[in-house]
């Protein structure tokens, strides 16, 4: 199986702070995925990459980035975050096929 | 784009009955269709998918059916057991390797 590492599973921020969450999986695969949890609302795409500097927007990508420098590593930018981005933020591996294998989750507070 | 209903949002069983949760899709050429498993303070686990070549299947105690026509599908859980007790959401496929998930149902098994 994919093994997901979210990096932090708090963080708490400032508005108008740039934010950086990273993820990385030990798997050799090329799709990694950035969904956020809302209660009632289930998970929804952000941005998604099928390999190294590519990116396509999910969504709701409005006030994110991302960055996907190597294989293994798949960042989620938020350019200046507001309070709205409070959420949990999950990163996600691909095995080749649809099914996903997700990271523990990071819990994003912005005040 | 596709879309994913998932009812009901709450849903609390008795100690070895069964719990039956439903979801709707609005995109018939999405093909694969997973469950994922959250407990708390971890991320989603896939337990059971099913592809729309397929009405039915089964593993142990899960089971998911569906009916492409009515562009619905269901997790049965028989026999349930404390540690069932968590939040679960259904998914469709509308190609791409995307995802799309339904709003999520938190189960409490009652002892």
């Known amino acids: 199986d994919v093994k997901v590492t979210q990096s932090s599973r708090y963080l708490v921020k400032r508005t108008g702070e740039k934010v950086f969450l990273e993820c990385v999986q030990d798997?050799?695969?090329?799709?990694m995925f950035w969904y956020r949890q809302d209660p009632g609302l289930g998970l929804r795409l952000i941005y998604f990459?099928?390999?190294?500097?590519?990116?396509e927007k999910g969504d709701i990508p409005e006030g994110y980035s991302v960055s996907r420098e190597k294989k293994e590593r798949f960042s989620l930018i938020l350019e200046s975050a507001s309070t709205n981005q409070t959420s949990m933020y999950l990163c996600?591996?691909?095995?080749?096929?649809?099914?996903?294998?997700f990271g523990s989750g990071t819990q994003l507070s912005v005040l | 784009g596709e879309n994913v209903e998932q009812h009901p949002s709450t849903l609390s069983v008795q100690e070895g009955d069964s719990a039956v949760i439903k979801c709707t899709y609005s995109d018939s050429a999405s093909n694969y269709f997973p469950w994922y498993k959250q407990e708390l303070g971890k991320g989603p686990q896939l337990i059971i998918d099913?592809?729309?070549?397929?009405g039915e299947k089964k593993d142990q105690r899960i089971a998911v059916t569906l009916n492409k026509t009515a562009k619905h599908f269901s997790l049965h859980i028989t026999e349930t057991q404390p540690e069932d007790s968590a939040v679960y959401f259904c998914?469709?496929?509308?190609?791409?390797?995307?995802?799309?998930f339904g709003q999520g149902t938190r189960l409490t098994i009652n002892p």
């Open positions: 990459s099928y390999d190294v500097k590519m990116k």
């Open positions: 798997m050799d695969h090329e799709n």
């Open positions: 099913i592809r729309s070549n397929v």
């Open positions: 996600a591996g691909h095995q080749g096929n649809e099914k996903l294998f």
């Open positions: 998914a469709a496929s509308p190609g791409a390797q995307k995802l799309v």
